[in-house]
């Protein structure tokens, strides 16, 4: 399975993206989707899940952030509100059989695309 990631790129404070990734087919591994962030000098974090209609976010992107999914196209969305600079980072989606917050439950990845936000 692969994982396609598009959609960053530079946004000032206050500003609106949307991030999607394409994956090249569905299989029980990819039954969960995920996005993560990774900033320089600092550990990739968890952002957001979903599984089917359920979904969980990290407490710092609560309210701003809505991750969705296109089942018919194996396409995960990530919408992305009221960005602030500490959002910059290098966002990757990721897939699995189950949401966790722990990158190690994800069996796929994708490039990453960067986020930058200025203020």
């Known amino acids: 399975v692969q994982l396609q990631a598009f959609g960053g790129g530079l946004v000032q404070a206050g500003g609106s993206l949307r991030l999607s990734c394409a994956a090249s087919e569905r299989t029980p591994l990819t039954a969960a989707m995920g996005w993560f962030r990774q900033a320089p000098g600092k550990e990739r974090e968890f952002v957001a899940g979903?599984?089917?209609?359920?979904?969980i976010y990290a407490e710092s992107v609560k309210g701003r952030f809505t991750i969705s999914r296109d089942n018919a196209k194996n396409t995960v969305y990530l919408q992305m509100n009221s960005l602030k600079p500490e959002d910059t980072a290098k966002y990757y989606c990721?897939?699995?059989?189950?949401?966790?917050?722990?990158?190690?439950?994800?069996?796929?990845w994708g490039q990453g695309t960067e986020v930058t936000v200025s203020s």
């Open positions: 990721a897939a699995g059989a189950v949401v966790a917050v722990n990158p190690n439950r994800y069996n796929y």
């Open positions: 979903i599984r089917w209609s359920d979904d």
